[in-house]
Antibody, heavy 121, light 111 residues
Framework: EVQLVESGGGLVQPGRSLKLSCAAS????????MAWVRQTPTKGLEWVASISTGGGNTYYRDSVKGRFTISRDNAKNTQYLQMDSLRSEDTATYYCARQGIRGPRAWFAYWGQGTLVTVSS | DIVMTQGALPNPVPSGESVSITCRSS???????????LNWYLQRPGQSPQLLIYWMSTRASGVSDRFSGSGSGTDFTLKISGVEAEDVGVYYCQQGLELYTFGAGTKLELK
């Protein structure tokens, strides 16, 4: 059974940093692209970032480029999202998602339960 | 960015009725490989989204055949044949052609 378990969310002040983790199990982690998707009541679902199987290719939405870094450790079956210079508009539930295929133009086949990030002073 | 626009349902819907959820993209999602990169998800209350359909019309593993996807390059439909209580939630379309964007969601409520 595929499982994705996020951790690392919480309350953080604007301008500070937070690192999310996603522990994967139930599939060969190194065979699939991974992603982070966030959700707010006002903006709905927003794709945040994706990473290729080996980690060599990363992709970001414009609003987080230069502030967020997606990475993965295939030996630990874990992906990460380093979030720096956080803003109030980054407040959301962040989901870890496994893509349906290795390459681009994918879909999100499995989702974690989500972790809440609140950016507020 | 490709914009995804979803239609609304005439909620609440009587149990057993068939419904169609519409989605429109601002750019054709038909790629040179012949595939159309449009996906559908259901988010039940209090749960994470789950994949229903990918490549416009391919049902994900374990998804009921009551769900079917169709469309053209820019106009898409998710049909639910015989709505059941477990179908209640918000349905999202998502394009996968140029990075990824989601529609705003279509809520399904049961009478």
């Amino acid at each position: 059974e595929v499982q994705l378990v996020e951790s690392g969310g919480g309350l953080v002040q604007p301008g500070r940093s937070l690192k999310l983790s996603c522990a994967a199990s139930g599939f060969t982690f190194s065979n699939y692209g991974m992603a982070w998707v966030r959700q707010t009541p006002t903006k709905g679902l927003e794709w945040v970032a994706s990473i290729s199987t080996g980690g060599g290719n990363t992709y970001y939405r414009d609003s987080v480029k230069g502030r967020f870094t997606i990475s993965r450790d295939n030996a630990k079956n874990t992906q990460y999202l380093q979030m720096d210079s956080l803003r109030s508009e980054d407040t959301a539930t962040y989901y870890c998602a496994r893509q349906g295929i290795r390459g681009p133009r994918a879909w999100f086949a499995y989702w974690g339960q989500g972790t809440l990030v609140t950016v507020s002073s | 960015d490709i914009v995804m626009t979803q239609g609304a349902l005439p909620n609440p819907v009587p149990s057993g009725e068939s419904v169609s959820i519409t989605c429109r993209s601002s750019k054709s999602l038909l790629y040179s490989d012949g595939k159309t990169y449009l996906n559908w998800y259901l988010q039940r209350p209090g749960q994470s989204p789950q994949l229903l359909i990918y490549w416009m019309s391919t049902r994900a593993s374990g998804v009921s055949d009551r769900f079917s996807g169709s469309g053209s390059g820019t106009d898409f439909t998710l049909k639910i044949s015989g709505v059941e209580a477990e179908d209640v939630g918000v349905y999202y379309c998502q394009q996968g052609l140029e990075l990824y964007t989601f529609g705003a969601g279509t809520k399904l409520e049961l009478k």
